[in-house]
Nanobody, 121 residues
Framework: QVRLVESGGGLVQAGGSLRVSCGAYGTIFSINAMGWYRQAPGKQRELVAVTTTDGSTQYADSVKGRFTISRDNAKNTVDLQMNSLKPEDTAVYYC???????????????WGQGTQVTVSS
């Protein structure tokens, strides 16, 4: 099966920067998309940023211009560089990957365990 391992996150003051990283491990034929979601206490999980194999990216309006997603297709990793952080960015950040295990096979979604990002005011 596939396992997503996240790292990074932590505590930072408003205006600071953090980087979170995610690697996908296991029997993988291809990864169609990788991205980051977040969930704040009492709120639904929301998309932060996602990137596909062809390099296209999508960002939540709230993070555009501050966050940058980057992906290494050869290593099956995705990073999220977060700059100019705000207290409202505080959440658990989850990595998600849409993976094909076999050539011409179906795709499956996998999630990481989550990493806490806390921005103090």
């Amino acid at each position: 099966q596939v396992r997503l391992v996240e790292s990074g996150g932590g505590l930072v003051q408003a205006g600071g920067s953090l980087r979170v990283s995610c690697g996908a491990y296991g029997t993988i034929f291809s990864i169609n998309a990788m991205g980051w979601y977040r969930q704040a206490p009492g709120k639904q999980r929301e998309l932060v940023a996602v990137t596909t194999t062809d390099g296209s990216t999508q960002y939540a309006d709230s993070v555009k211009g501050r966050f940058t997603i980057s992906r290494d297709n050869a290593k099956n990793t995705v990073d999220l560089q977060m700059n100019s952080l705000k207290p409202e960015d505080t959440a658990v950040y989850y990595c998600k990957a849409v993976v094909s295990l076999l050539y011409d096979g179906p795709s499956y979604q996998y999630w990481g365990q989550g990493t806490q990002v806390t921005v103090s005011s």
